[in-house]
Each structure stands twice: as C-alpha cells, then as structure tokens.
C-alpha cells in the first residue's frame, strides 16, 4: 500500500492531458461543475454527487490517492455495484481519477505471495491540464539585439529593484485561482479521530440509537457515563448518515447537537434540518456540496432552527405529533357537539300519550308496550312484531264480546 501510494508510481499513472488534484476541494470543485454532470439524469446526477462526496471524505490527501471497494460504496450508497463501476469509468473519461493499481479478489491472489484476502483498487485524484495558449507566428517578436536596446527609450517609471530578502518567494508568483486553497497539514489528532470513526462505523451491524427516539438513557437514574455514552452513539449515528461530519470529531458533533437533544430532538429531526429550513424550504446547497468548514457549516444549519434566545424550536416529528393531537382533539369536540345535538333534538321530539283498553289488557295485550308520558319501559321490538301484536289484541277482543253475548 506504501508503495501504490508513493509519488513517484502516482505521477506515472495520471494520464497525458490531466494533473495531480492540487487540493480535494479544487479536485471536488471540477467534479460538479463539469458540463457532462449537467447532461445526466437527477438520479444519476444525485448519485455521481454521492460518489464524488464519498471520493473526498476517504481520499489520502498526503497522496491525493483513492483506496475502497466497490462492494462498499454500492452499500453505502444503496446502488449496484455495476453502477458504481459505471460511475468510476465516466470519472476516469472526464480526467478526474487515474487507475494506479487495480483491484483483485482473493480468489485469485499468487499463493506465492501468502495473502489470503482481496486487494481493493487505488485511484488517484486529477483535474484535467488547462490548454497552453498557442503563439501566433504572426505576432511572434524577435528577440532585439544589443545595439536595438541601446537605442530603445528607458521606461523610468519603472520603480528600483527590491533590496534583499524582500522578494517573494518563485511559488507565489504562479498562476493560481483565489478559490483553489492550500494543501491542509495533516495532524496526527484528526488522523486518529477520523481513524477511530472508521472503526466505529465499521463495526456498525446495527443502528446505534433509532433515529425517531428521543436521546437519552432508558435506564432510570442514568448516571452521567450512560448520558455520554447515549451521546456518542448519536453523534456516530449522525456520522454515519452525513458524510461531512466524519471531518471533525465526535465530540463537536455532540456539543453542537447537544441542546437540540435536550430539547426532545431526534436523529432525524437533525438530519432534516442539514437539507431544510424552518419555513419548509430547500437549501440551494445540500450538504453533498463543498464545504471547507462541516463544523462551522453544521453549527449554522441548527442556528437556523432556534429562537433569538438560544433555545431549540420544535422538532420536525414534535411539530407533527402536535398536528395530529391538534387533529385528534377536534375530532373529539366535533363527536361530542353532535351527540349534544342529537340528544337535543331527541328532547323537543312531541310526545304521545296513549293508553291501552282494559278489554285489550284482559285479552292478552300485556305484551304490547307502548311508550306513556311518565317514566316507562320502551318497546324495543321491530314495526312488524308490534303491528301483529296489535292484531292479535283486536281478535281477541272481537272473540271476547261475542263469547259475552251469547
């Protein structure tokens, strides 16, 4: 790996027309602004920006080189591994990655070299060469002799020759873009966080905190190392899903997410707040894009979420378990406003008062039961069961006076 990284075996497999990326950011830069990226289809476009983003993050930038799988990226990135392939083959055509070493499964590594696992492929960054205006022979001059430039008039406002020490050194007088920045200094402190990270999320077979549960311990009298631990898990889960974070710590992460999670916030809510606004907006700028600054940039996209006081305003999954109580309540009322209604109704309905003849009681009509104007039991029965009911009461009375008469 020292080897497939070194400079020398770099420089010899960037490809004629095309450079060494100065800096990931100008590398990043000339990924997104190519013409050909415009052609695509948002699909491709969205996932060609994922790549490109992944690409930054996991760069050597001692090396400015590229060392993954592409089994790994299509997980990451939830694609084929075909369109990863894909992917990398328009990258090398526009002159942003150079093949320095391919890769190769275990199956087919020499025994003779006694490694029993598979090698993954390495890339280098390269942007392509600016074209070298050509001089027309037309205006080419020739170069004056001796006794021309005696006889050339003296320019004298040129201003005298610099003393010593004072001019600037042969690299600052080359011709570079304002925005393309410097090569960063690697420290050896943000080489073992983003080290420890990795591990981390390499690890991960599993989420470590869900992302619409609230933030803290679910043990009762949690004690302050179970709060940090809560903590960390959901600043490596918000690592995992945001890219940009890896480049700075852990523990930024939580401090800058801390009062939201005080607040009630989730995961999620946090992650939607990377990509919107509070009035329901998009960002122009996702957090595919480049950003030199993720603390900085991750700091202002909470800010945007919290009152003039400081304090953190409704969550994304607060404000919709409110809407929904909200909801639940007016449909509550509304029940309660028509039972009112209807028992209302019910009350100014006209009663009927009517009374049953002793000869329709002595004849068997005790069944039928008919509602008086006191308190008195209700006729449940069906129109048709109360109907016969009434015809067998008049029969029984027809029978009854003639069995008198005779």
Not at 191 to 205: F, G, N, T, Y
Request: charged share 25%.
């Amino acid at each position: 790996m020292a080897y497939e990284r070194s400079k020398a075996v770099v420089l010899r497999a960037v490809p004629k027309g095309c450079r060494l990326a100065r800096h990931v950011v100008a590398w990043k830069r000339a990924a997104l602004e190519h013409p050909a990226l415009e052609l695509m289809r948002a699909d491709g476009r969205a996932n060609m920006a994922a790549l490109i983003e992944v690409i930054a993050v996991q760069q050597d930038p001692a090396s400015r080189t590229w060392r993954t799988t592409w089994a790994w990226v299509a997980e990451r990135l939830g694609v084929h591994e075909d369109s990863v392939g894909r992917m990398i083959r328009r990258l090398k055509d526009w002159g942003l990655l150079a093949v320095v070493a391919t890769g190769r499964s275990a199956a087919y590594t020499p025994r003779a070299t006694g490694k029993k696992q598979g090698e993954a492929p390495v890339y280098a960054l390269t942007t392509p060469s600016p074209p070298t205006p050509a001089t027309p022979p037309e205006t080419a001059t020739e170069t004056p002799t001796h006794a021309e430039e005696e006889s050339m008039p003296v320019e004298i406002n040129v201003g005298p020759v610099p003393p010593k020490g004072v001019l600037s050194p042969p690299h600052a007088r080359e011709e570079l873009s304002p925005k393309d920045a410097a090569t960063p200094r690697p420290t050896a402190k943000a080489a073992a966080q983003r080290r420890e990270v990795q591990a981390a999320l390499s690890q991960r077979s599993a989420p470590l905190w869900p992302a619409h549960a609230t933030v803290k311990p679910q043990s009762v009298g949690a004690t302050r190392r179970d709060w940090k631990h809560t903590y960390r898990c959901a600043g490596l889960e918000l690592q995992h899903h945001a890219l940009v974070l890896r480049r700075i710590t852990t523990a930024y992460v939580v401090s800058v997410a801390k009062p939201h999670f005080e607040a009630g916030w989730s995961i999620a809510d946090i992650l939607h707040t990377l990509n919107w606004t509070p009035n329901g907006q998009r960002y122009p700028h996702d957090s595919v894009a480049g950003i030199e600054n993720p603390g900085a940039w991750f700091a202002a996209r909470l800010r945007a979420w919290t009152h003039q006081d400081g304090t953190p305003m409704r969550s994304p999954d607060q404000r919709a378990a409110a809407e929904a109580e909200q909801r639940r309540a007016e449909a509550i009322t509304a029940a309660a406003r028509h039972a009112r209604r209807e028992a209302a109704r019910q009350a100014a309905a006209p009663k009927i008062d009517t009374k049953v003849p002793a000869d329709v009681q002595a004849a068997g009509g005790d069944d039928v039961t008919v509602r008086s104007q006191g308190s008195g039991p209700v006729d449940r029965r069906s129109f048709r069961e109360r109907w016969a009911a009434q015809i067998a009461a008049g029969h029984a009375a027809v029978l009854a006076e003639h069995g008198r008469g005779r």
